[in-house]
Nanobody, 122 residues
Framework: QVQLVESGGGLVQAGGSLRLSCAASGAIWRINAMGWIRQAPGKQRELVASITSSGNANYANSMKGRFTISRENAKNTVYLQMNSLKPEDTAVYYC????????????????WGQGTQVTVSS
């Protein structure tokens, strides 16, 4: 089994920044893609960003230019740097990992973290 533990959420004013971290442990050899999925109250889950084991990143359109995903394979850790945050970015952010090459929107990944709350005040 794979365990994912997120950290770094919190409350920030609009225009501010936060950095989320997610450390993987356990059967990490099963992991290829890692990324972040968020869910706002009353809304569907949304794939934020995905990164392959070789470092190729993909982003949802609304995050491009504001969010940066990165990965340290030696530490089994993925990061999400979030800049220019907006109130609409308020959500629970889940770390996700999958055995496939890339996380895909609408397809539930193999492994989930417990989630970390990000709240952006206006």
């Amino acid at each position: 089994q794979v365990q994912l533990v997120e950290s770094g959420g919190g409350l920030v004013q609009a225009g501010g920044s936060l950095r989320l971290s997610c450390a993987a442990s356990g059967a990490i050899w099963r992991i290829n893609a890692m990324g972040w999925i968020r869910q706002a109250p009353g809304k569907q889950r949304e794939l934020v960003a995905s990164i392959t084991s070789s470092g190729n990143a993909n982003y949802a359109n609304s995050m491009k230019g504001r969010f940066t995903i990165s990965r340290e394979n030696a530490k089994n850790t993925v990061y999400l740097q979030m800049n220019s945050l907006k109130p609409e970015d308020t959500a629970v952010y889940y770390c996700a990992a999958d055995s496939s090459y890339v996380l895909r929107a609408g397809i539930s990944p193999d492994y989930w973290g417990q989630g970390t709350q990000v709240t952006v005040s206006s």
